[in-house]
T-cell receptor, first 116, second 115 residues
């Protein structure tokens, strides 16, 4: 069974631009979560989608948004990029939504975003 | 506020030596507890998890962790470290707050293994 895939793996943008990252979960998984990983802040939760609905959201500004499609693939969008948005963005998929016992998240390799 | 603390940013051990990585959490109840490993350029891989029951949890790659409620700790251990264990390790908690569920990760411990 294929793992979680994220595209692109690397991305370079300039300040003010917007970016869209994509995540394809493991087949059969309906929950997708996004995280931002930076050396200073560590791993921070962005949001979670389950069956095309946002279930949870972290403390990020409205410039960060996401969506999930009927095939469970998810996209994350960041508008008006800032230098501080440079990070590794990780996607994780799971069978069940977070909070369910035995919920296990499987992580993708991440998208490395650099904002110049 | 809820938090996860991994007090050791870097740890260096010799191959074959034992390992213990520390993790403490701050939360009013017992959360779900996880340990993940991240190799360079890779995503996170789940090593083990604790939801309830036996406080000593066995995971993959020979790792185990012990939940101690009195100390709010969930330390990761391995009796004999292999060079391939060099990576970054993250402790995480899953908890319910304000009607939602979220994961909080520690800042990670980078493990270096000496040959």
């Amino acid at each position: 069974k294929a793992g979680v895939t994220q595209t692109p793996r690397y991305l370079i943008k300039t300040r003010g631009q917007q970016v869209t990252l994509s995540c394809s979960p493991i087949s059969g998984h309906r929950s997708v979560s996004w995280y931002q990983q930076t050396p200073g802040q560590g791993l921070q939760f962005l949001f979670e989608y389950f069956s095309e609905t946002q279930r949870n959201k972290g403390n990020f500004p409205g410039r960060f948004s996401g969506r999930q499609f009927s095939n469970s693939r998810s996209e994350m969008n960041v508008s008006t990029l800032e230098l501080g948005d440079s990070a590794l963005y990780l996607c994780a998929s799971s069978l069940s939504p977070s909070g369910r016992i035995n919920n296990e998240q499987f992580f993708g390799p991440g998208t490395r975003l650099t904002v110049l | 506020a809820q938090s996860v603390t991994q007090p050791d940013i870097h740890i260096t051990v010799s191959e074959g030596a034992s390992l213990e990585l520390r993790c403490n959490y701050s939360y009013g109840a017992t959360p779900y507890l996880f340990w993940y490993v991240q190799s360079p350029g890779q995503g996170l891989q789940l090593l083990l998890k604790y939801f309830s029951g036996d406080t000593l949890v066995q995971g993959i790659k020979g790792f185990e962790a012990e939940f101690k409620r009195s100390q709010s700790s969930f330390n990761l251990r391995k009796p004999s470290v292999h060079w391939s264990d060099a990576a970054e390790y993250f402790c995480a908690v899953g908890l319910s707050t304000s009607g939602t569920y979220k994961y909080i990760f520690g800042t990670g411990t980078r493990l270096k293994v000496l040959a």
